[in-house]
């Protein structure tokens, strides 16, 4: 297709620098799996850094083979003539650290002991991803970024770029996200956590080891997830309460449709996923609060940026619903600084991100047409 | 104190006579858990009784010794004096048949093999319970309840008194409830219960025989339901985000306070409830649909109720919100009923059905202060 960035090649990179996390853990060398997609122009200003969610990854658009069955997690957003156009922009994807997709992870093998690091990987926050981000710009030798763009945890990955890289980087794109996690969303983060832990195929950490994996409680985490991703309404206009036979079975099988989706994403997850690569993904959505080193304020925190904002939430979205997005919005106003805000009518609810909800897509390719039109 | 009921002894009474349930299973015999407080007047025109939901039972009021530290589970509304007045009417409390409390469930012995019933206890459906509940009335000699009082699943034994034996029932007190699930409360359940079946201690629902306990299932469970329980605002509240030590810690033990009290309520319950039985009131949960046989229409089915209702709901109850409960409303009105609707304000989520905020055991208390009223 014409708008598709087409066949890709995801490459390794290795940085043989030790890094010191925010939690003092050190990793002596790691990897990073990366894809770009579009060229770098002849003054390196045209580079975009998408950051990924909980459970994404650097493949972000086009294909691996002429086989594969589905692009990239947002190859809606990103190709020739998309929103994120390739034509113009040089993007870029990558695995964070800790990931489970080619980026030195919790199944990456401990050099100090030759065994996959398990238990021994270190907590990372979101601060350390962006570091790692930022050795990435370096060995491509791109001192700004034209955008940094994410959604849900990639959004605050942008958020956080866009205070600890001022000069970094010229527009933030945050969608979907929340200047921190509320007591719910980390007790929601906290029961998938426990599924996981207390499974009895989790043997602490190093599973690989027992040639086991905790998939029930993998699968329970992303059961659990999926219905934190969809609107209370998006999800009764798909499957209502209809039954898979049309008669009430009166028996723990199958019984409504909902429970047949949310049973088969769940069991399609626990067959790919780290488990442990879970369990870091969302202690770093609980410690995200770029205004707890600002004494609280997250006008403070975003007073350090010099970026220019869109920010993007979607009205069904319960799990980061738009009164989040407003408090970074309210707060990037207070620190005088400039922000366009939108916030789209979709049932898609935290999903809508990686839909293509027409309000949404003529958004991102107006402000992102905008950023290109800086560019000489 | 001299508004509590004091101590009660609970009775069992046996009932003899084959029930078939909804799903076609027959029941030999079964036995009925059960709490009566204050006195049947002459013409037993004065009796209430009041369903539990989820995880209640028969013991709503009062102690069962002089030691006991807490209190049945409803006796901030149940006593002399109090909203649901003993000195007035004659309350009954009854643990449901599936029950663990007492009543026969999957944990009781089976007489056709001598073990307990496990996986071989029949799905229960509230209709079943208004049954059991209709013949424990006549065993009293009560021809008509002055009402029928529910929050919850309570609720619904409340609605479903009222379309099942109109006659029977004077006032029906639907609170926090629901006409049906919504597809997101399946969504919870079916989680909550995958939880427990794919726990490998659960064994089929046999688990007693191996002398083991699905805890680890029930736990997860029980740590989901109570985020749906509380609302967002009030755990926030609460907890915020509160850190156990004050700093990070960056490991998976406890870090945030809301993480404590999730793992000790779900840790507490599982020592306590029965699995199988928690899976069969989620599955009463998921089929009560009292416009089925209706065609749809939950009006219609109110039609078939003479009592007079009082809906009651609460602002920040997310599981089942006021516009369950406004649905209900209409039905009743589209039906030419007489309903009384209260939507109260309140910080405490779908448990506010079991709290106290004034405004709430003002409503309760004035609509039963004329209920008394039309005893002679």
Redesign the interface.
């Known amino acids: 297709m014409s708008d598709s960035v087409g066949i890709v090649t995801p490459q390794k990179w290795v940085f043989e620098e030790p890094i010191t996390l ?4 050190v990793l002596p060398r790691y990897e990073l799996m990366v894809e770009t997609y579009g060229e770098l122009n002849a003054d390196k200003s045209n580079a975009i850094l998408i950051c990924h969610a909980l459970s994404g990854h650097h493949h972000v658009a086009g294909y691996h083979t002429a086989e594969d069955k589905a692009p990239g997690w947002w190859d809606s957003m990103i190709g020739p003539g998309k929103p994120i156009d390739t034509n113009r922009f040089f993007v870029i994807g990558v695995n964070n650290l800790g990931g489970c997709h080619g980026s030195t992870g919790p199944s990456s093998i401990n050099p100090a002991t030759g065994e996959p690091y398990g238990s021994a990987f ?2 990372v926050l979101v601060r350390d991803w962006v570091e790692t981000q930022a050795r990435l710009a370096d060995r491509l030798g791109i001192q700004q970024f034209a955008a940094v763009i994410g959604g849900s945890l990639g959004g605050m990955q942008a958020l956080r770029w866009s205070i600890t890289y001022p000069e970094r980087i010229r527009h933030a794109l945050v969608i979907a996200s929340a200047p ?5 969303n ?3 983060n ?2 998938a ?3 996981i ?4 195929e989790f043997h602490g950490g190093d599973f690989y080891q027992h040639g086991v994996v905790p998939r ?1 409680g993998l ?2 985490a992303r ?2 997830g ?2 934190t991703y ?1 609107s ?1 309404g998006g ?2 206009e ?4 209809l039954l898979r036979t049309g008669e ?1 079975q ?3 099988d199958v ?2 449709e ?2 047949s989706y ?2 088969y994403q ?1 069991d399609k997850f626990a067959n790919v996923f780290d488990a442990n690569t879970y ?1 870091l993904m969302t ?1 770093a959505l ?2 995200f ?1 770029p205004a707890r080193h600002y004494g609280g304020s997250l006008a403070e925190a975003m007073r350090q940026a010099k970026a220019k904002f869109l920010v993007v939430s979607f009205t069904t979205d319960w799990r980061f619903a738009p009164a989040r997005s407003r408090e970074i919005v309210k707060a990037l106003l207070d620190a005088d600084r400039t922000v366009s805000y939108a916030e789209i009518e979709s049932q898609h609810g935290h999903d809508a991100f990686l839909m293509q909800d027409a309000p949404y897509m003529n958004v991102m390719r107006a402000y992102l047409n905008n950023v290109a039109k800086e560019l000489v």
Do not use: C, N, W
């Open positions: 925010s939690s003092g853990a270190p907590v921190k996690l509320t007591t719910q980390i007790a929601f906290d029961v956590r426990q599924a832990l207390t499974d009895p029930r699968r329970l059961m659990l999926h219905i969809l209370d999800m009764g798909k499957f209502g309460r009430y009166y028996g723990f019984e409504f909902i429970e949310l049973r769940g369990l202690k609980d410690y609060d």
